[in-house]
């Protein structure tokens, strides 16, 4: 059985070597397994050359359980969040904060615009209760990248605690704690790190999670303690992912080899261009403006040609070993195709083959979308 090409946002294709990474069973309490979780964590301050400043403090589950569990403990009960939406992960940290009961307010953009900085500078501006601000660094929604830098320096200028959802983005582009202030930075294993899902993490300010002693309304979720236990001892609290931090150990090796996160981002880079030259070549339009579009997934709006139906095209495709992504936008009928995983160039290239064979199977000459206009009235 030949494994798919995950084209998708994660979980996303692995190397063979990360999962034979998982073929042993490690004890919770095993000096290699201890050594084991600090490498990693280690690791993961240096790729954000966070060493210094912060703590890295993972979590069992996946994305949304560390981005819950960070909001939950860093954000105090008086507190008051400001989440910047142009996506469904904004959305979702908008949900998370009134689920937990905090004060949360947003301010939202189209899902093809990126969040505006000056924005949010009138709005710190205007309400000084406003404690902590959350923004997701590359949207997988739509994949445009916000211009992380310029909200990072309105929240230092306001003195305010800044959340960044980069579950999609670190590991292979940058983010420096030197340069960048932040009080914590949320991604997973199964990302840009190319590791295998089941675990998140935080890399969280020293001084923001020491003063965050019993704020979680979680106890599984609770992050302090999650740092207490792994700081006492170097054990977990409940028990670990064992396997996927063997496999996480691993990925992180391989990401190391490949250059880090120059080497990483440069691949996708790749990856991304020779996408969308091809894509293009076969008509199909992408929805985020170039200069906004990260190289970690790209959404093209649906083509206007009655007989592309998309669950067609995508279940040829997949027999032929591709798996895309469906769209999650409002604003526009669309999909998605990925950039990121153990994927390359010659991977990129069959599946555009693939799509074209699967184009042309369907009867679709071509995957240009309709106007703008018509789409909207269409809808
Ligand atoms: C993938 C992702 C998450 C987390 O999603 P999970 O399905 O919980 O792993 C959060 N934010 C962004 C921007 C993501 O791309």
Redesign the pocket.
């Known amino acids: 059985m030949r494994e798919p090409i995950l084209l998708t ?2 979980p996303l294709t692995t190397s063979a070597t990360v999962k034979q990474a998982m073929l042993r069973d490690w004890g919770s309490r095993d000096a290699a397994f201890i050594a084991l979780n600090r490498r990693i964590r280690e690791r993961l301050l240096a790729l954000a050359q966070a060493a210094d400043s912060h703590v890295c403090v993972p979590v069992q ?7 819950e569990a960070t909001i939950g403990t860093l954000v105090p009960g008086d507190g008051r969040l400001l989440v910047l939406v142009n ?3 904004g959305r ?2 908008v949900r998370i904060a009134e689920v937990i009961g905090l004060a949360v307010t947003s301010l939202s953009w189209p899902e093809d615009e990126a969040v505006d900085a000056q924005a949010l500078d009138q709005a710190l501006a205007a309400d000084p209760a406003i404690s902590h601000v959350a923004v ?6 739509s994949g445009i990248l916000n211009p992380l830098q310029d909200v990072a320096d309105v929240c230092a200028r306001h003195r305010r605690s800044l959340l960044i ?5 670190f590991g292979a582009l940058p983010i420096d704690a030197r340069q960048t202030p932040f009080a914590a930075v ?1 991604a ?1 294993a ?2 840009c790190l190319e590791g295998v ?1 089941g675990v ?1 993490f935080a890399l969280i300010r020293r001084e923001a999670l020491e003063a965050a002693k019993n704020n979680a309304p979680s106890l599984s979720l609770d992050l302090y303690d999650q740092w207490q236990g792994l700081e006492a001892n170097g054990q977990w609290r409940f028990t670990p992912p064992t396997h996927v931090l063997a496999a996480f150990d691993q990925a992180l090796d391989e990401h190391a080899a490949e250059g880090g996160v120059a080497g990483r981002g440069a691949r996708y880079r790749r990856n991304h261009q020779i996408l969308v030259e091809g894509m293009s070549a076969l008509g199909f339009a992408m929805l985020v403006p170039p200069l906004l579009q990260a190289p ?2 790209v959404t093209f709006l649906m083509p206007a040609d009655p007989r592309f139906v998309f669950t067609e095209f995508y279940d040829r495709l997949r027999e032929k070993g591709f798996a895309i992504y469906p769209g999650k936008l409002t604003v526009a009928a669309s999909f998605r195709i990925g950039c990121i995983g153990r994927i390359g160039e010659a991977e990129i290239r069959a599946a555009l083959t693939a799509i074209g064979e699967t184009m042309r199977e369907m009867g679709v000459a071509s995957g240009a979308p309709a106007l703008r206009g018509e789409t909207e009235r269409r809808e």
Do not use: L, Q
């Open positions: 946002p994660g589950g996946s994305g949304t359980f560390a981005v996506g469904a992960y979702r940290m997701v660094h590359c949207e997988t929604t959802d980069a579950m999609s983005s949320m997973s199964n990302k899902p998140g970690i997934i």
